[in-house]
């Protein structure tokens, strides 16, 4: 289970990575707000996952 759940941790990361610079290539000042949001909402899904593990 503990393999799995690093896995999982490591995927998470990889596309909290992606919106990340995904974020950086939107220009707009309200594309940037609504990708800004979503970074925001993937962090506080991270900090949710351990305890839900």
Known sequence: ???V?????LFN???LTCLINLSRDIKT???IDQSNWIIRAC???FQVLPHLN
């Not at 759940?5 to 941790?9: L, P, V």
């Open 29 to 31: 000042d309200l594309q």
């Open 43 to 45: 962090f506080q899904y």
């Open 1 to 3: 289970m503990t393999v």
């Open 13 to 15: 990361l990889s596309l």
């Open 5 to 9: 759940t690093c896995g999982f941790r």
